[in-house]
C-alpha cells in the first residue's frame, strides 16, 4: 500500500511505486527498508540518489546484495503488499527531519534521512533494518551518508 500523503512530493511518491516493484519483483510479501533503498537508488534524479551515487553505491549491487541477504521468496506476490513496521518508522522518520527542516514536503532526501536515522541505532529501537545494513555492506558508514546529504541538502536550499 502506497502512503498518501499530500506532504510527499511526486519523486517521492515515485520511489514508493519503485519500492513496491522491487518488492515485487523478488517476491517479497512486505515492503522493507531494503526495498526503500532499492527505490530511493532508482529514483535518479533525487537528492537521495545522487549522495548515494557520489558514495559509489550503484543499484545493481545493491540489489545483488538484497537479494544475496533476504533471498527471493518462490510463490508471486498476490494482493496489496504491506510495510514492515520498520520501513514504516523510516517513513515516519523523513517527515519528521522534512519538518526539522522547516520543509512543506518530504523529498527523497528526507527519506534517506529517515532510513540512515533508522539504521544508526536510534535508542528506542533495536538493531537497523536491511536498507542500513546493505550500505554497509558496500562498506560504507551511516554517519558519514547522513553528514553529506544534510551538506547536499543545504546547498540546495
Known sequence: MIPEHEQFTDRVRSVFRRVEDEAKD??????????LLLGLIG??????AEVLGTMGV???EARSI???IVGRDRSPVSGT???????RMVIELSVTAAHQFRH???????LLIGLLREGMNIPEYQGKGMGAGVLETMGLR?????DETLRVAGRQQ
Open 104 to 110: 512543506v514536503h518530504v523529498d527523497t532526501e528526507h
Open 26 to 35: 523478488l517476491n517479497h510479501q512486505r515492503m522493507g527498508t531494503e526495498h
Open 58 to 60: 550503484q543499484l545493481p
Open 66 to 68: 538484497v537479494e544475496e
Open 81 to 87: 503488499l504491506e510495510w514492515t513496521p520498520r520501513a
Open 43 to 48: 529514483q535518479s534524479d533525487g537528492l537521495a
Open 142 to 146: 551511516l554517519d558519514s551518508i547522513h
